[in-house]
């Protein structure tokens, strides 16, 4: 079985996972340049670049505009999304994703949902970063998706409602149901969109799974060779399953659904079926609940777009 495994032990953005990504296929860049066009966005376009963080090159994807983008609300993006050529899967998972980052967004603000709005390249950004994440993931043909415990930083952040301590309060929201942990770096690592995609896209968390590793792609953001530098790293990999022995930690969890070490007998983690603890991450891996399906948010509205210190823009 084809395992795509997401390590945000660094945090992740939504740009650093779209890069990653592409980055991990041979046919990424393509795939994307192509994508976008059929959004039918006037005057977007994507720049891929290479850069050196801590020694190690990454790629990197930004969005370009050469014509002003318009005030755009959920009920727009969705229009853009419904109209694209692009697979249905693909377009049925990228709205699940922004619905769940406007969600968190009138949640923490206590605003109907059709209020709640995309402020302006931060739409496209958002909507680019998401779309393009989700269908590479689809096109690496795999049949599970794991993400490694999220790491959320640490800190302050500061906005137009004020300084709030990380993770910033949609963060926080979208955090519910995920595994997570936070380091000393003083600054903050997870953004909305990133969260958005990792908890949309992921069946588990986890440790990397036993198994030949077939390819490696690594994604930078705007702002990674800061005083913190940070990448996204992502895996394709051929698993092994190993049948437990006598190791079974498949209590029941919300739903009906396990919450431990396999999923139907079978343990994609090797003989032991857990982790080792590494940075606070926890030792058990779980599997995703249903009810962690409370859609999230975008941290542009109300005519602002937050960035946090480590710079990502919220992607």
């Given at each position: 079985?084809?395992?795509?495994?997401?390590?945000?032990?660094?945090?992740?953005?939504?740009?650093?996972?779209?890069?990653?990504?592409?980055?991990?296929?041979?046919?990424?860049?393509?795939?994307?340049?192509?994508?976008?066009?059929?959004?039918?966005?006037?005057?977007?376009?994507?720049?891929?670049?290479?850069?050196?963080?801590?020694?190690?090159?990454?790629?990197?994807?930004?969005?370009?505009?050469?014509?002003?983008?318009?005030?755009?609300?959920?009920?727009?993006?969705?229009?853009?999304?419904?109209?694209?050529?692009?697979?249905?899967?693909?377009?049925?998972?990228?709205?699940e994703a922004l619905t769940r980052l406007a969600t968190?967004?009138?949640?923490?603000?206590?605003?109907?949902?059709?209020?709640?709005?995309?402020?302006?390249?931060?739409?496209?950004?958002?909507?680019?970063?998401?779309?393009?994440?989700?269908?590479?993931?689809?096109?690496?043909?795999?049949?599970?998706?794991?993400?490694?415990?999220?790491?959320?930083?640490?800190?302050?952040?500061?906005?137009?409602?004020?300084?709030?301590?990380?993770?910033?309060?949609?963060?926080?929201?979208?955090?519910?149901?995920?595994?997570?942990?936070?380091?000393?770096?003083?600054?903050?690592?997870?953004?909305p969109t990133g969260l958005a995609l990792v908890k949309?896209?992921?069946?588990?968390?986890?440790?990397?799974?036993?198994?030949?590793?077939?390819?490696?792609?690594?994604?930078?953001?705007?702002?990674?060779?800061?005083?913190?530098?940070?990448?996204?790293?992502?895996?394709?990999?051929?698993?092994?399953?190993?049948?437990?022995?006598?190791?079974?930690?498949?209590?029941?969890?919300?739903?009906?659904?396990?919450?431990?070490?396999?999923?139907?007998?079978?343990?994609?983690?090797?003989?032991?079926?857990?982790?080792?603890?590494?940075?606070?991450?926890?030792?058990?891996?779980?599997?995703?609940?249903?009810?962690?399906?409370?859609?999230?948010?975008?941290?542009?509205?109300?005519?602002?777009?937050?960035?946090?210190?480590?710079?990502?823009?919220?992607?």
């Open positions: 079985m084809k395992v795509l495994y997401l390590e945000c032990a660094l945090g992740v953005s939504g740009d650093m996972l779209l890069a990653a990504l592409s980055d991990m296929l041979e046919d990424g860049p393509k795939v994307l340049t192509e994508a976008v066009a059929s959004l039918g966005l006037p005057g977007v376009s994507l720049r891929f670049s290479e850069h050196m963080i801590q020694g190690i090159r990454t790629r990197r994807v930004e969005v370009l505009e050469e014509t002003p983008q318009p005030l755009r609300h959920l009920a727009d993006l969705t229009r853009i999304v419904d109209a694209s050529p692009l697979p249905e899967a693909t377009k049925r998972r990228g709205m968190a967004e009138s949640t923490v603000h206590n605003e109907p949902l059709e209020h709640i709005h995309f402020h302006e390249v931060g739409a496209v950004d958002t909507v680019v970063d998401i779309l393009g994440a989700v269908l590479l993931a689809e096109l690496s043909g795999a049949e599970r998706v794991v993400a490694s415990p999220v790491n959320l930083g640490s800190g302050f952040v500061e906005f137009s409602h004020g300084r709030f301590p990380v993770p910033a309060p949609a963060c926080a929201e979208l955090a519910k149901g995920m595994r997570t942990f936070a380091t000393d770096s003083g600054m903050e690592l997870a953004t949309t896209l992921a069946d588990a968390y986890g440790p990397l799974p036993l198994g030949s590793v077939q390819a490696v792609g690594y994604g930078s953001g705007t702002y990674s060779g800061g005083a913190y530098p940070t990448f996204l790293r992502t895996y394709l990999i051929e698993a092994e399953a190993c049948e437990e022995r006598g190791h079974h930690d498949g209590h029941s969890g919300h739903n009906g659904h396990e919450h431990g070490h396999e999923r139907h007998g079978i343990s994609y983690y090797g003989p032991h079926g857990h982790e080792d603890g590494n940075q606070g991450q926890g030792r058990h891996v779980h599997a995703k609940q249903e009810d962690d399906r409370e859609h999230g948010h975008d941290h542009e509205h109300h005519g602002h777009r937050h960035q946090g210190r480590h710079g990502h823009d919220h992607d």
